[in-house]
T-cell receptor, first 115, second 115 residues
Framework: DSGVTQTPKHLITATGQRVTLRCSPRSGDLSVYWYQQSLDQGLQFLIQYYNGEERAKGNILERFSAQQFPDLHSELNLSSLELGDSALYFC??????????????FGEGSWLTVV | AQKITQTQPGMFVQEKEAVTLDCTYDTSDPSYGLFWYKQPSSGEMIFLIYQGSYDQQNATEGRYSLNFQKARKSANLVISASQLGDSAMYFCAMSPRNTGNQFYFGTGTSLTVIP
């Protein structure tokens, strides 16, 4: 158990719909990352937050948005869903002390299927 | 630009034998971390091992060791005494210090342990 909690673990939704994925980082971790993993794209970095502030943005679509709340949990919102958005969405967290040994620990992921 | 390359899409190893999974990287940052993660078929991403760019000795964690060759920019994972439970996808990752704890992942290597 990495200590990173993601909900829901599985969800199936229709095209055009909107879903919210939730993540609670490990205790003490201030940095949260979101990744998308699909068969054809591999592991894609979406966005990173540090202590409530957006730190870095990757290949995140405009239909997707995220935020990190004062209690450090994070949510990834996916809207106007398309079949191609079906993927495993990971949240990861790290404490990030500024050095190079800040391991990121992944949650179990949220399997999203768009039908 | 930061880049991680895993050239072996799939590998097979006999149970109880050792196996090396290749990883090369490219960064202009002199300070960086190198990581390996394991992803079993159940989907979760499990942290295995970390190596800092200034570490003089190769990292080891149980049956895992990281063969770090800085001049060649390689960070190969060595798994000794393979077990059936080692069958999984393995991802190499790099985190340069100046990127604010950004993680760059390779495309992964699928390892199958044969009884």
């Amino acid at each position: 158990d990495s200590g990173v909690t993601q909900t829901p673990k599985h969800l199936i939704t229709a095209t055009g719909q909107r879903v919210t994925l939730r993540c609670s980082p490990r205790s003490g971790d201030l940095s949260v990352y979101w990744y998308q993993q699909s068969l054809d794209q591999g592991l894609q970095f979406l966005i990173q937050y540090y202590n409530g502030e957006e730190r870095a943005k990757g290949n995140i679509l405009e239909r997707f948005s995220a935020q990190q709340f004062p209690d450090l949990h994070s949510e990834l919102n996916l809207s106007s869903l398309e079949l191609g958005d079906s993927a495993l969405y990971f949240c990861a967290s790290s404490e990030w002390t500024g050095g190079t040994g800040n391991t990121i620990y992944f949650g179990e992921g949220s399997w999203l299927t768009v039908v | 630009a930061q880049k991680i390359t895993q050239t072996q899409p799939g590998m097979f190893v006999q149970e109880k034998e050792a196996v090396t999974l290749d990883c090369t990287y490219d960064t202009s940052d002199p300070s960086y971390g190198l990581f390996w993660y394991k992803q079993p078929s159940s989907g979760e991403m499990i942290f295995l091992i970390y190596q800092g760019s200034y570490d003089q000795q190769n990292a080891t964690e149980g049956r895992y060791s990281l063969n770090f060759q800085k001049a060649r920019k390689s960070a190969n994972l060595v798994i000794s005494a393979s077990q059936l439970g080692d069958s999984a996808m393995y991802f190499c990752a790099m985190s340069p210090r100046n990127t604010g704890n950004q993680f760059y992942f390779g495309t992964g290597t699928s390892l199958t342990v044969i009884p």
